[in-house]
């Protein structure tokens, strides 16, 4: 009697054990251009973010944000994300962060689109 009877069941065929460690080995390979192109892009996008809080001023208030607008949406997304660590302690959390500037005059949040600062939409 056969120990897998049912489709779901089935092992895995022997393509799979050459594509599998194939893809993972093709992964290894490409690290070393993939990660240096995600930390160039990252590095952009923080100083295209920096240029647009620099350049912005608040549609509330009126006053220009600056880095310290910066500063501040950085604070609340690393409290946040502190919260649903100790909340959720054994979660792999993968998170978009939608706040990229708060007025640190009257706390109105800003976030990027398309290389210029928006106000946020309240969900
Ligand atoms: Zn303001």
Known sequence: MPIFESDELK???GI?????????VLMLLCLPVILPIAAISSKRDAQRLRHAADE?????????LGQKAVELAD????????ALRLKYPFSMLR????????CTNCGERY????????????A
């Open 95 to 102: 998170l978009a962060r939608d706040v990229c500037a708060i």
């Open 11 to 13: 092992p895995l065929g």
């Open 16 to 24: 799979y054990y050459v594509i599998i460690p194939l893809g993972f």
């Open 111 to 122: 976030a990027m689109d398309d290389g210029r600062l928006i106000i946020r939409a309240e």
């Open 56 to 64: 912005t001023n608040c549609a509330g208030c009126g006053v220009a």
């Open 75 to 82: 604070k609340l997304c690393s409290e946040q994300v502190a």
